[in-house]
T-cell receptor
Framework: GAVVSQHPSRVICKSGTSVKIECRSL??????MFWYRQFPKQSLMLMAT?????????EQGVEKDKFLINHASLTLSTLTVTSAHPEDSSFYIC??????????????FGEGSRLTVL | AQSVAQPEDQVNVAEGNPLTVKCTYSVSGNPYLFWYVQYPNRGLQFLLK??????LVKGSYGFEAEFNKSQTSFHLKKPSALVSDSALYFC??????????????FGQGTTLQVKP
């Protein structure tokens, strides 16, 4: 299957700083990527849909100014957690779908990034 | 609105025995259904999907799932469990109707514990 790479896998930062997480599709071009957030022993919560060359579509209740998403190329989407606070500590996972597989294609997931805000 | 439910937080099974992880769904259009597995501190790995065709779908690592439209279920099964199957399993649904953005909605997850 297709490979999605996510970096960094772990990051610890001080409260008030910003953290950027990168998501790359390594062997395919992804016009759409999805960012999920997962709390311990809980399900994945969709945060936003990242669209190449246009603004991200955020789910209800997700602060777009807090979680900045940029999808500047067909292989890279970034999530920036701005002015991070301890409650932003979580496991963030990105995913992408191969071109031409809009509805029927499965999502391929990155390995996730564990953010800890002190 | 589309949704998916996994009624069991945890399933325990002895190695070598068959396993079933339950999933029910609700969509307005045709359901596109997926199963994923997650190991600790890792991303999700795709196991199998149902889009159309045969109700019994075979996937990775010996897993299979049965689509049941009348019961709106898509239970994950394996004839003989392995200790290495112990992980967190997610069922997901995508609404195949028009206007859908293509996003996946995940169930709550079921922890599978296979004991030697």
């Amino acid at each position: 299957g297709a490979v999605v790479s996510q970096h960094p896998s772990r990051v610890i930062c001080k409260s008030g700083t910003s953290v950027k997480i990168e998501c790359r599709s390594l062997d395919f071009q992804a016009t759409t990527m999805f960012w999920y957030r997962q709390f311990p022993k809980q399900s994945l919560m969709l945060m936003a849909t990242s669209n190449e060359g246009s603004k991200a579509t955020y789910e209800q209740g997700v602060e777009k100014d807090k979680f900045l998403i940029n999808h500047a190329s067909l292989t890279l989407s970034t999530l920036t957690v701005t002015s991070a606070h301890p409650e932003d500590s979580s496991f963030y996972i990105c995913s992408a779908r191969e071109p031409g597989a809009f509805n029927t294609g499965e999502l391929f997931f990155g390995e996730g990034s564990r953010l800890t805000v002190l | 609105a589309q949704s998916v439910a996994q009624p069991e937080d945890q399933v325990n099974v002895a190695e070598g025995n068959p396993l079933t992880v339950k999933c029910t769904y609700s969509v307005s259009g045709n359901p596109y259904l997926f199963w994923y597995v997650q190991y600790p501190n890792r991303g999700l790995q795709f196991l199998l999907k149902y889009i159309t065709g045969d109700n019994l779908v075979k996937g990775s690592y010996g897993f299979e799932a049965e689509f049941n439209k009348s019961q709106t279920s898509f239970h994950l099964k394996k004839p003989s469990a392995l200790v290495s199957d112990s992980a967190l399993y997610f069922c997901a649904v995508r609404d195949g109707g028009s206007g859908n953005t293509g996003k996946l909605i995940f169930g709550q997850g079921t922890t599978l514990q296979v004991k030697p």
